[in-house]
């Protein structure tokens, strides 16, 4: 994959074979209202078991905070 986008990137995409398979995968990016500029934080995620269906799902979380001096 970082093949890939080096090549993107690069604007070479043309010189590197690309393999299909035929699974499938979505990325669902869940961000506050307002984001980026001025935005609520610290709003708990909840509800993942209403949307899996009982289906098997990875989920990758990144949560970002800010250093101040007070933290």
């Known amino acids: ?11 070479r995409l043309d010189e590197i074979r690309l393999e ?3 699974q499938a995968a979505v990325c669902v990016v869940l961000a506050s209202d307002g984001y980026p500029i001025g935005y609520q ?3 708990r995620s909840k509800g993942w078991m209403r949307l899996t269906n009982g ?9 970002r905070r ?3 001096a007070k933290s």
């Open 20 to 22: 299909f398979e035929d």
């Open 55 to 63: 289906k098997i799902i990875i989920v990758f979380m990144r949560v």
């Open 1 to 11: 994959m970082i093949e890939v986008m080096e090549a993107c990137v690069e604007g």
């Open 66 to 68: 800010k250093k101040t």
């Open 41 to 43: 934080k610290a709003i």
